[in-house]
């Protein structure tokens, strides 16, 4: 973490299933911040599912909406940004959310996120015949990017309360630290 920077939001980014949204509904719960679901945020922009704009529009299509959401968010306050798993891949997309946010990385091994996403249907990129396979996969060349993150979180055996309890209670040190710095 750099010591330097002003958090006003906290950003939760990790492969699809590893919890964001969940965790992030309860973050903001304790925090009193608002919750912004990225991909929540693109279907109501779009008035389709995301899977409807990835087969209609192509993923190219839905990136750019990702990036223009990334920017936008930039002026935002009091926010738990949750974000689609692909969205930190884009490296513009993660120093735009460095500039105001403390990002968590949720981390999940793939056996885990097979088990909470196998009977989903609205995963446009597991639609083929090995979904696990594809999973171990997309992590892997994502793994670079998610790393990134001022802080990795194992949610294997963690329950989304205590995750989001550890994240908040970090979140809270950080801010402390960075207010402490400044006025010293």
């Given amino acids: 973490m750099s010591a330097g920077r002003q958090y006003h939001n906290i950003a939760l980014v990790g492969f699809m299933g590893a919890g964001k949204s969940t965790v992030g509904h309860v973050l903001a719960e304790i925090l009193g911040f608002e919750l912004v679901d990225t991909d929540k945020v693109i ?21 750019r909406r990702e990036s223009d959401l990334a920017r936008e968010l930039e002026s935002a306050h009091g926010k738990v940004i949750s974000t689609g798993g692909g969205m930190v ?14 990002i968590f990385c949720l981390w999940a091994s793939p056996e885990v996120i097979f088990e909470r996403v196998r009977h989903q249907s609205h995963r446009p ?23 990134q ?36």
């Fill in 43 to 63: 279907e109501s922009r779009a008035g389709k599912r995301i899977s409807d704009i990835f087969a209609e529009e192509g993923e190219p299509a839905f990136r």
């Fill in 89 to 102: 891949v884009n490296p513009e997309n993660l120093e735009s959310l460095r500039r105001h946010a403390l």
């Fill in 149 to 184: 993150a001022d802080v990795l979180v194992g949610v294997d055996y963690r329950a989304p309360v205590e995750t989001a309890r550890f994240i908040a209670a970090s979140f809270r040190r950080q801010r402390a630290g960075v207010a402490a710095a400044v006025s010293a």
């Fill in 125 to 147: 990129l597991l639609q083929t015949p090995d979904p696990l396979g594809k999973i171990r996969e997309l992590l892997g060349a994502r793994a670079p990017f998610y790393k």
